[in-house]
């Protein structure tokens, strides 16, 4: 490796360059632990410690397009290019949960949580009970379907420890998950589980205050680049790229063009800080609604599938009967033949056969194990999984419909007490079909018992043997069994949503009565003895939903954009090739708060290489920008509170990627270019002091023509190689470029697949470090 001459200090130390068997795009440092996540070129999500130990590694099946952590760093979301976001546990990489917010790929992700500490005024910690547990035993978790390994679920796992800690979220702190697609779609996530809101930034429209006040300017195909939320949570910073159109007339002396570029907009998502509290409520019991639903239609789904596969067992024993009697020349039906040996009358050569060498005492033990058995399981399903399931539904269900009571509060985030109302009565409806299915199914299963010993009492008859040992059998359940029950199937009916949207035949004095005991109160729906079982859970999903989207809906309205910036121009190509064009953006705390809507204040600080055919006059450099979402009272008379600078890259070097570290300093990762493109290449890490940096004020310009970069090209500044901090990497390097500003390490990687780490955090009684080995 390359040394410095003389006595210098060579800057961050090189702790290893190991080879790698791929190709890294992705890559993100665990911010509270030593663990580096990555992504291949092939979507592997690989999982290493500081020491290039790899813990586990995971295939999603479908193409990674983005990556984040929890702000805890127990969970990381994956972003999916068919618009899923998948959460999965660090320990092991277990999917937790899987949710589809978008319909494209994601391309960006941000999870922030609430800088502010859960504390009153007073001091106490300030945290939302869930009163849950005080009544009821753990909530259950879905039952496995037989036959299905561990894993393949896309809901849930075996994880119960990670999936409990994920659900509860009483004691944590507020979070929230953003999330941009290749739409122009953001959406936002309570916990990274509950989804709150979602607005479209192509549906945005910015006023140009300053000129008119009817003045607007729309973005038209705009593709989301990157995505931030400050830890206040009140504000989100949003870099694009798409085509800025004025969308009102002009006058006729004022020529608009359309700015194509790269933009950046504020928008202000106070809402959260405001009202999370009540957001945080709402939250913990909808998104523990949510996994019960999931709970109760997996059980319905493995029930379904059970008593399928027993009925086909049934089906395919008896229906060779069926071919005895035609073969027989016969024109009686199987029920009328065992009505006729019900009755004592003479048994028919068809039956006979069927009995005794068709089916026999083995056949008949068979089935009858297989029917009864699956009875007893589709119980057991029952009572430890969609049962309490729907009973702890019930109650969550009521805590949602106590807080919409609370109008003054809870008003303001869209929670109705009307829809919450219905489906509260939905929800305990459903422990009401519950109920009428386990008697079902109990009777059922009597009858089938009853009918397979009077068959077995009935072959060993026809065998001469003694039946003494046999069980009994109740004649007139036999009758109706076989009148009735033979070739129907009522569990079924119960358990599958059928196409035809069937109701069950009530009688008009059930009817009736049902009407009568609606006037003692508790509900209010009289046709829901008419609906089955699996159709009432649907009926309470549905009202779930629909009272949940006034929420979703309300928050989405109150995220307003408040400013946009035109930062630069691109050429189409650059455009489409977004992903090249290195950015980063940050939150960092203010000692003073600019903002007072806020608890506390956080600046933005926005950086990104300048494409070199944005301006032929400042090529090669690299725009820094802070203070775009800070409120200003004088904002109205031209004057905004951002600054910015631009850098100049040294000669013969090129921007690969940035960073940036902690809120005083900047990352880059340089190129050299080189003219023999068979050799190894050169690079080096460069560490900028932001704060030494000669930041200028912009002024909102007059000139909707205008670009924001344009205020800067007389006061470039240019980087010198011998006056910052470089590292000299023997090595052509590529994206991305991970930086931990909490652990104070660089992970750069080379194009010829090595994976080298740096610690940039360097003691400063260390007056020499040695030559790296």
């Keep these: 490796m390359e040394s410095e001459e003389g006595e210098s200090v060579i800057p961050f130390q090189l702790q290893f360059d190991k080879p790698i068997p791929f190709q890294i795009k992705i890559a993100e440092w665990n911010p509270e632990k030593d663990l580096l996540a990555m992504v291949t070129e092939d979507s592997k ?145 309570i916990f990274g589980i509950f989804q709150i809101g979602k607005i479209n930034i192509h549906e945005l429209s910015v006023p140009v205050p300053h000129l008119d006040e009817r003045a607007s300017r729309k973005l038209f195909n705009a593709t989301i680049c990157k995505v931030a939320l400050s830890k206040d949570l009140c504000r989100l910073v949003v870099m694009c790229t798409g085509v800025l159109r004025d969308t009102e007339p002009r006058e006729e002396n004022l020529s ?138 019930g109650f969550r269900m009521g805590e949602l419909r106590g807080l919409s009571r609370w109008r003054a509060r809870y008003q303001g985030i869209g929670l109705d007490e009307k829809l919450l109302n219905e489906a509260t009565e939905n929800a305990g409806l459903l422990l009401v079909q519950v109920q ?54 009522p569990v079924k009916d119960l358990l599958e949503l059928s196409e035809a949207d069937d109701d069950i035949e009530i009688d008009p004095k059930t009817i009736e009565r049902v009407k009568k005991l609606i006037q003692f109160g508790g509900f209010s729906d009289c046709d829901f003895l008419r609906r089955t079982l699996a159709k009432e859970f649907q009926h309470m999903e549905s009202s779930f939903k629909m009272a949940l989207q006034m929420p979703f809906t309300t928050i989405s309205r109150k995220i307003s954009c408040m400013k946009l910036l035109p930062l630069c121009p691109l050429q189409l190509s650059t455009t489409q090739m977004r992903s090249t064009i290195p950015m980063s953006l940050s939150f960092y705390k203010n000692e003073i708060s600019a903002d007072r809507s806020c608890q506390s204040g956080y600046t933005d600080y926005i950086s990104f290489q300048v494409p070199g055919e944005a301006f032929t006059d400042i090529p090669n450099s690299i725009g820094i920008a802070k203070g775009f979402k800070q409120n200003s009272n004088i904002e109205k008379n031209g004057y905004t509170s951002m600054e910015a600078v631009l850098l100049s890259v040294p000669n013969g070097y090129h921007c690969v990627d940035l960073s940036l570290y902690k809120d005083k300093e900047l990352v880059l990762l340089l190129n050299k270019s080189s003219e023999n493109p068979e050799g190894s290449g050169e690079a080096c890490m460069m560490v900028v002091q932001t704060v030494d940096l000669p930041f200028i004020s912009i002024s909102s310009s007059s000139s909707l023509n205008q670009w924001e970069l344009e205020n800067l090209k007389g006061s470039i500044v240019h980087l010198e190689m011998e006056n910052e901090k470089v590292r000299k990497i023997p090595h052509s390097t590529i994206a991305p470029l991970a930086v931990s500003a909490s652990r104070g390490v660089a992970c750069i990687f080379a194009e010829r697949r090595r994976a080298l780490v740096y610690i940039l955090e360097e003691d400063e009684d260390e007056e020499d470090v040695s030559e790296d080995k």
């Design 45 to 189: 999500i690989l999982l290493h410690r500081f020491n290039w130990q790899r813990l586990w590694t995971i295939s999603p099946g479908r193409p990674v397009t983005s990556l984040c952590w929890r702000p805890d760093g127990k969970a990381i979301a994956v972003g999916l290019e068919d618009g899923t976001i998948a959460l999965h546990d660090v320990e092991n990489g277990k999917l937790l949960r899987s949710l589809k917010p978008h319909a494209v790929a994601v391309v960006c992700l941000n999870w922030e949580e609430d800088g502010q500490s859960n504390t009153d005024e007073i001091g106490n910690v300030s945290a939302y009970e869930d009163r849950t547990s005080r009544f009821f035993p753990p909530a259950p978790r879905a039952p496995k379907m037989p036959g299905l390994v561990a894993g393949d679920s896309s809901f849930m796992d075996d994880g119960e420890d990670s999936l409990a800690e994920l659900s509860n979220t009483s004691f944590r702190k507020f979070n929230i998950l953003c999330s941009g697609d290749r739409d122009g779609s953001i959406c936002f996530n």
């Design 436 to 489: 009428r299915f386990m008697m079902v199914l109990s009777s059922i299963v009597n009858q089938f018992s009853n009918f397979f010993n009077w068959l077995l009492k009935s072959i060993k008859y026809l065998m001469q043997e003694p039946n003494d040992q046999l069980m009994s059998y109740n004649s007139e359940l036999l009758v109706v069994f076989l009148e009735f029950l033979y070739d129907q199937d």
């Design 256 to 393: 608009v063009q359309d700015l194509h570029g790269l933009h950046c907009l504020a928008m202000d998502t106070s809402i959260f800080w405001k009202r999370k509290y009540e957001l945080h409520q709402v939250a913990q019991q909808a998104s523990n609604i949510e996994d019960l639903t999931e709970v109760i239609r997996e059980s319905l789904s493995v029930m379904s599938k059970q008593w399928a596969d027993a009925m086909k067992t049934f089906h395919d024993k008896f229906y060779s009967l069926s071919t005895l009697i035609v073969d027989n020349g016969l024109e009686s039906s199987p029920q009328d033949e065992f009505l006729s040996l019900l009755g004592g009358a003479r048994i028919s050569p068809a039956l006979n056969q069927f009995l005794v060498n068709s089916l026999g005492e083995v056949g008949v033990k068979r089935v009858l194990k297989s029917v009864c058995g699956t009875g007893k399981e589709l119980q057991l399903v029952v009572l430890d999984h969609l049962q309490p399931a729907a009973e702890i539904i």
